[in-house]
């Protein structure tokens, strides 16, 4: 990387990093936090104060992406991320379940993610982008592992209302990162003619990685339905799980580190990206066959440990591509795409893995997840890399 596209690769990183802690370090505590709200006793309307902030992130996405091929990347990203410090802080001063519902529905509302990527893609070359993603991918995991540390401890001083002041104040640190850290963008992306959907929704290439990022966000979080209760059935407390989810992220790092970076410089980008689509087909069938005993923490915390190789792989490589694949003047709308079907799949995942594990058990949940990750692994199955150019194709032969 250039001196310059390792400054835009760390600052939008770290920008990415603010966020996600913020909305990470609320997701182990808020279900039991959240009950002892006025109106906490209907656990429908917890559901849905956890979830609305996917949905409205997943609806304001696209439009987010456009503004931002429109208007500027920078310009964009502060308004989102002024919005979502907003939501958060409304999340802090609410008095009632009904509040909460309605600031982590502003918290969505700040739907930056797309115009991020975008910015990221901007300011790299094709050939090192998928390293500058991974820092992305990383930099969210990380902050997923140490959310689950922490978050019990801090909620412990200063309850479920400082989480969300501190949320909001993440935020603010990462507009302050927007101006003075990150590059500006280059000219050739201002005043661009606004990118248009149905062009964006004609390629193949794109609607197959919007269709896997679905799939994928959408079995990562009804995954997290069952694992932790399989955890404890283990005979690991909750308060100790981050003993096996944090070795588990920080090894999993080190192996994509050492696998996609020069397996794609080899020019076996398709090859390492179905084989993590493999992997964590491959760990669904695992957590099915370890739901149906006794689970131990071993079991359990290696399917985890490739989980995470898979995911990460994924995370770092499918936005690389997508960006790769994009028109440069509606690359910001074909991220907007493809970051509202990943909204939607978390929105779907917490959902359906909640019906699943009432109506079926965690044996319906992990089957289902499955056969959903075996079907996008099918479906991506034609995709081939050209030798070292910069876009994989999406069609057969």
């Given at each position: 990387m250039t001196a310059l596209e390792r400054r835009s690769s760390f600052s939008l990183a770290t920008i990415f990093a603010l966020r996600?802690?913020?909305?990470?370090?609320?997701?182990?505590?808020?279900?039991?936090?959240?009950?002892?709200?006025?109106?906490?006793?209907?656990?429908?309307?917890?559901?849905?104060?956890?979830?609305?902030?996917?949905?409205?992130?997943?609806?304001?996405?696209?439009?987010?992406?456009?503004?931002?091929?429109?208007l500027g990347r920078k310009r964009v990203i502060v308004f989102g991320l002024l919005v979502f410090a907003t939501g958060s802080f409304v999340a802090a001063w609410a008095p009632s379940l009904t509040w909460l519902a309605i600031g982590r529905a502003l918290q969505g509302a700040g739907a930056v993610s797309a115009a991020v990527t975008a910015l990221l893609a901007d300011q790299t070359r094709d050939e090192v982008r998928t390293k500058s993603m991974a820092l992305v991918g990383a930099s969210i995991g990380l902050m997923f592992a140490l959310s689950l540390v922490v978050a019990p401890l801090l909620v412990a001083h200063v309850g479920l209302g400082g989480l969300f002041a501190l949320t909001g104040g993440l935020a603010i640190a990462g507009v302050a990162v927007m101006i003075w850290w990150v590059p500006s963008e280059p000219a050739i992306h201002k005043n661009q003619p606004r990118g248009q959907l149905l062009e964006v929704l004609r390629l193949p290439a794109l609607l197959r990685l919007n269709f896997g990022v679905f799939i994928?966000?959408?079995?990562?979080?009804?995954?997290?339905?069952?694992?932790?209760?399989?955890?404890?059935?283990?005979?690991?407390?909750?308060?100790?799980?981050?003993?096996?989810?944090?070795?588990?992220?920080?090894?999993?790092?080190?192996?994509?580190?050492?696998?996609?970076?020069?397996?794609?410089k080899r020019g076996y980008l398709r090859a390492v990206f179905l084989t993590a689509i493999g992997l964590t087909t491959a760990v669904q069938f695992g957590l099915?066959?370890?739901?149906?005993?006794?689970?131990?923490?071993?079991?359990?915390?290696?399917?985890?440990?490739?989980?995470?190789?898979?995911?990460?792989?994924?995370?770092?490589?499918?936005?690389?591509?997508?960006?790769?694949?994009?028109?440069?003047?509606?690359?910001?709308?074909?991220?907007?795409?493809?970051?509202?079907?990943?909204?939607?799949?978390?929105?779907?995942?917490?959902?359906?893995?909640?019906?699943?594990?009432?109506?079926?058990g965690p044996q319906g949940l992990f089957t289902v997840c499955a056969v959903a990750m075996g079907l996008w692994l099918l479906l991506a199955w034609p995709m081939r890399a050209p030798g070292r150019a910069s876009t994989l194709v999406a069609n057969a032969g």
């Open positions: 996600m802690l913020g909305l990470f370090l609320i997701l182990p505590v808020f279900a039991i936090e959240a009950a002892r709200y006025p109106g906490g006793g209907d656990p429908a309307l917890i559901g849905l104060a956890m979830g609305i902030y996917g949905l409205t992130q997943a609806v304001l996405q696209f439009p987010f992406g456009m503004a931002s091929d429109r994928l966000h959408a079995v990562q979080l009804a995954m997290w339905m069952a694992v932790p209760a399989m955890l404890v059935e283990a005979g690991l407390p909750r308060e100790h799980h981050w003993w096996v989810y944090l070795p588990a992220v920080l090894a999993s790092f080190l192996v994509m580190g050492m696998t996609l970076f020069p397996l794609e099915l066959l370890a739901s149906r005993g006794a689970p131990s923490v071993g079991v359990l915390g290696i399917l985890l440990f490739v989980f995470f190789c898979g995911f990460n792989v994924l995370e770092a490589s499918q936005p690389s591509i997508a960006s790769r694949v994009a028109p440069a003047h509606a690359r910001g709308a074909a991220m907007g795409v493809y970051n509202t079907l990943q909204s939607l799949g978390l929105f779907v995942g917490g959902v359906a893995g909640g019906w699943l594990i009432k109506h079926m």
